[in-house]
């Protein structure tokens, strides 16, 4: 399936673009973690990415990304759990994800904290910001996430590291800046107010909009088509 080493050719792109967009910014060359969405592949994808030097893999139901834990590759990497998440899901979930970027609502960091130290493990957690006020799209209202991240905080068995969001569906991501920078202030807030050094992660861009979200701060870009798609002209997925 993944043929003329088009995988490799995949994460060289994308890498230039972040590099590119970190540089327009004047931020380090290493300041983003690039997170591959193996969501739409299959689990013959993960050697390739590990071979070329992605280690961040990221889905968004347990019930896609289950069979890839059978792949030997899986475990040599970091796991991102990226999709709204049922709380029945967690004794699943806890073991294999390290991050869970999409923590919408109280009850579900509690429940992630109860479980968690059940099993004595210590996810680190974001919480996803419904920036754009969708209807459609899970998250805190911007003006729910600090008191959000109040509570958390105090939660024992996790790490909160940050903020999460997902940018609308444009046609011209430069539509999607006042998103992403909006985001970014809301972070340095939360930021502020928590006081917390390992409140460092901030976690938006995917393949439509990822440079912007490099200009604009952050540490994690979550992408799926432009770096696991068998083929670069397939862009219908
Ligand atoms: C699928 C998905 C992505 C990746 O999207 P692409 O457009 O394929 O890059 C990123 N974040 C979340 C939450 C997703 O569900």
Not at 16 to 41: F, N, P, Q, S
């Amino acid at each position: 399936m993944y043929e003329n080493d088009i995988i490799a050719r995949n994460v060289v792109g994308v890498r230039a673009e972040i590099g590119a967009a970190l540089k327009k910014a004047g931020r380090e060359a290493d300041a983003v973690r690039l997170i591959a969405v193996t969501k739409t592949a299959t689990a013959d994808v993960l050697p390739e990415l590990l071979k070329n030097g992605v280690s961040d893999a990221a889905e968004n139901r347990w019930q896609v990304a289950r069979d890839k834990f059978e792949h030997p590759s899986a475990s040599a990497f970091d796991w991102h759990f990226i999709g709204p998440l049922q709380t029945n899901k967690l004794k699943y979930v806890l073991p294999r994800f390290s991050w869970i970027h999409a923590v919408d609502r109280l009850e579900l960091a509690q429940a992630i904290s109860d479980e968690a130290g059940r099993r004595n493990c210590l996810p680190q957690l974001l919480l996803q910001v419904n920036v754009a006020r969708e209807p459609q799209k899970h998250g805190f209202a911007p003006e729910e996430a600090l008191a959000a991240a109040k509570v958390v905080a105090q939660m024992p068995n996790l790490s909160l590291r940050g903020l999460m969001t997902m940018a609308p569906l444009v046609v011209d991501s430069e539509e999607t800046r006042p998103v992403f920078r909006g985001l970014y202030q809301l972070w340095q807030e939360v930021q502020r107010t928590l006081g917390i050094a390992s409140f460092d992660q901030l976690s938006m861009g995917m393949s439509n909009d990822f440079c912007v979200a490099v200009e604009e701060g952050a540490t994690m870009v979550r992408i799926g088509r432009s770096l696991v798609s068998p083929s670069p002209t397939d862009d219908k997925m």
